[in-house]
């Protein structure tokens, strides 16, 4: 189990666990107790060093899910995975607070993954500081259901640099030190305006905190080399490659072996620098 964000040093990864129905990556779905166990053992048997489960799709325009329906998921496939893992590093996808407590009763939870972080659900952080996890905060505006309807910004990476000094700040406060952040590429923001933060994605490190980046199989891949879904993992090796030159820790990915490939390329080229 982690104890805290020190002990993330060199590059990791997290494998990507979808519980729910409507994904946009339909091959990343999984419901049923077999399907869950297969993924979840090569999630771990490709090297990924934690799992993260979602049971709330939050693609663009996603259905929405009701709190009892999450939780039913989400402790399902928990289950599930600490029947066959029981020393696993597990995150759970969730901004919602009550969701939170109800898994940690039951499992041993490392990190909650809050897309929101905190701004959906205003307890979130009261009951991350009580349970003493790791908080992963990421950017967004609005909600799934409306973000693309908020991109318009004056100065976009200002903007997102402020939103987490304040929000850390004020985690600071509330006695939350071990903090993620994850910049939220294809939430709330425009193709372009993902590859202007990814260009630039080295700014991040001023806060000295780990940087998640979640950029696999994306939109901005898609619309740009003109794929589908299904084919894009090869534009998502190129710009997590590209993501750990400027400085991210932590990559979330569907595809945990070629991750893996990327991170120990990337160690091998370090070497020489």
Known sequence: MITNSKQIIDK?????????????????????????VERVIQIVEEGAYIIDVGGYS?????????EEEETKRLQFS??????????AIVSIDTFRSK???????????????????????TKMPEVVAELKVIYLIMHMRGTPQTMMKCT?????????????????????????YDIWIDPGFGFSKTTSQNYEILSQLNLFS???????AGLSRKTMIRETIGVTTENALNGTTALNMF??????????VHDVKEAVQTIQLYNQIQQYD
């Open 58 to 66: 939050s693609r663009p325009n996603a259905l929405f899910v009701s």
């Open 78 to 87: 928990l289950k599930i995975l600490f029947r066959e893992l029981p020393n």
């Open 152 to 176: 318009q910004y004056n100065y976009l990476l200002p903007e997102i640099l402020s939103y987490f000094e304040k929000k850390i700040n004020f985690l600071h406060q509330k006695g939350i």
């Open 12 to 36: 990791k990864v997290m494998g990507i666990l979808n519980v729910t129905p409507d994904s946009f990556f339909v091959k990343s779905r999984k419901q049923v107790e077999k399907e869950i």
């Open 243 to 252: 993501a750990l030159t400027q400085g991210v820790n932590i990559l979330r």
């Open 99 to 121: 969701i939170v407590r109800k898994c940690t009763e039951k499992f041993r939870i490392s990190i909650i993954n809050d897309i929101s972080a905190g701004e959906l659900d």
């Open 206 to 212: 001023i806060f000295n905190l780990p940087i998640v």
